[in-house]
């Protein structure tokens, strides 16, 4: 069983502090989405990372794909009030199956940014 | 990104009646889609997949007769809570792709059962 651990799971800082969640497993994944979602809504995808060592920035976002693919970070800059949600990783399983092409999500970061 | 409409948002109803909730993708083929529970302050769990015109794939200890999903057509699939009961309340999403690129989601339906 493929398995996503996402820490920290709550996450409460100061405007304009810099912050990093990390996305660990020990399965390798074809591909890793961050998602970031308000309370009562569906989440919105942020990015997708393909290659292993991949960095892509979004704004004050940057994340990360680790080389063998099994992990993943996403670090916010400065972070604001307005980043406060809910980050998710979710990874993406390169074996067929009854689920296949399931995303396997970890458990979320709560974040809380206060002003 | 891509636009996948879940319908109703919110929905209320009396414990043993039945609610449909539906996914749709608005502006592209949903060859498969997915649906998800997820409990306050908790990740999403994936109930099933569903691929057009086939038979959905629940996962282990979802019950298919009691969550029905219908995925018709590439822009539709539907799931039927039936004889819904207060622990089935929660919050559902639905998630679109079309082969293997990037899934997008629904709103999500807060279902309350009374």
């Known amino acids: 069983t493929q398995l996503l651990e996402q820490s920290p799971q709550f996450l409460s800082i100061q405007e304009g502090e810099n912050l990093t969640v990390y996305c660990n497993s020990s399965?390798?994944?074809?591909?890793l989405q961050w998602y970031r979602q308000e309370p009562g809504e569906g989440p919105v995808l942020l990015v997708t990372v393909v290659t292993g060592g991949e960095v892509k920035k979004l704004k004050r976002l940057t994340f990360q794909f680790g080389d063998a693919r099994k992990d993943s970070s996403l670090h916010i800059t400065a972070a604001q009030p307005g980043d406060t949600g809910l980050y998710l990783c979710a990874g993406a399983s390169p074996f067929g199956g009854g689920s296949q092409g399931n995303l396997i999500f970890g458990k979320g970061t709560k974040l809380s940014v206060k002003p | 990104g891509a636009v996948v409409s879940q319908h109703p948002s919110r929905v209320i109803c009396k414990s043993g009646t039945s609610v449909k909730i539906e996914c749709r993708s608005l502006d592209f083929q949903a060859t498969t889609m997915f649906w998800y529970r997820q409990f306050p302050k908790q990740s999403l769990m994936l109930m099933a997949t569903?691929?057009?015109?086939?038979?959905?794939?629940?996962e282990q200890g979802v019950e298919k007769d009691k969550f029905l999903i219908n995925h018709a057509s590439l822009t539709l699939s539907t799931l039927t809570v039936t004889s819904a009961h207060p622990e089935d309340s929660s919050f559902y999403i639905c998630?679109?792709?079309?082969?293997?690129?990037?899934?997008?989601f629904g709103q999500g339906t807060r279902l309350t059962v009374v």
């Open positions: 998630s679109a792709r079309y082969r293997d690129t990037e899934a997008f």
């Open positions: 399965s390798v994944f074809s591909s």
């Open positions: 569903s691929n057009e015109g086939s038979k959905a794939t629940y």
